[in-house]
């Protein structure tokens, strides 16, 4: 099923996906969760960064990102795009993100939006407890998760909310803040998609 995934999103960046993608405002997909971001810099790990269009969005907020992204055609779109020295690349995927552990880095705010409707739920818990080891004590992993249906070419997994919060705190991370929104996309909000926006923070002395 990854592989269909990836493939999926390869697909799709040779048609219009990638102009989709960049047309969306961070600052407005962020909204709901952007008092959770410092305002002095920090270090952020955007997980399924895509074309980094949040990666530096965030960058040009002074903060240090770390731009994980597993399909190659996004990858590159995004380091020809948006080339900054506060955005490093890393080609990673959940739900071990290896490559990115092996960077030996902490970070005080993880990033993943649209990317956990593509984990089924097994990957999910591994994903938490990988989510924790990057994060700082005290630090924030923000979420957005998907509820409706996905495009043909990239399932996605159906994700309970609750389950999500309880697998979370089993690791050190409990949650602050939901809320949720419709769609920034208006193909998304015809179909009847809406987001939860999750945030879960480090406890001190998790695990």
């Not at 409706?148 to 602050?176: D, H, I, K, M, Y």
Request: aromatic share 4%; net charge neutral; charged share 20%.
């Amino acid at each position: 099923m990854r592989s269909e995934i990836l493939k999926g999103y390869e697909d799709a960046a040779n048609g219009d996906f990638i102009a989709r993608v960049e047309a969306i405002s961070s600052a407005d997909l962020l909204a709901r969760v952007i008092e959770h971001i410092p305002k002095q810099p920090c270090r952020i790990l955007d997980v399924g960064s895509g074309t980094g269009r949040d990666a530096a969005w965030l960058a040009s907020l002074a903060h240090t990102v770390v731009a994980a992204e597993p399909v190659d055609a996004l990858r590159q779109a995004g380091m020809a795009k948006h080339a900054s020295p506060n955005v490093s690349w890393v080609k990673d995927a959940l739900p071990d993100l290896s490559r990115t552990i092996s960077l030996g880095q902490t970070f005080d705010i993880v990033l993943l939006s649209a990317v956990w409707q593509h984990l089924g739920d097994a990957d999910r818990k591994v994903a938490l407890s990988v989510l924790r080891s990057l994060t700082v004590d005290g630090g924030k992993v923000i979420m957005s998760i998907r509820h409706g249906a996905g495009a043909p070419t990239r399932p996605v997994f159906p994700a309970n909310v609750e389950n999500t919060v309880r697998w979370a705190q089993a690791v050190g991370l409990s949650a602050v803040d939901r809320t949720t929104s419709r769609s920034v996309q208006s193909g998304n909000r015809q179909a009847g998609v809406t987001w939860t926006w999750l945030v879960l923070q480090a406890q001190i002395g998790g695990s």
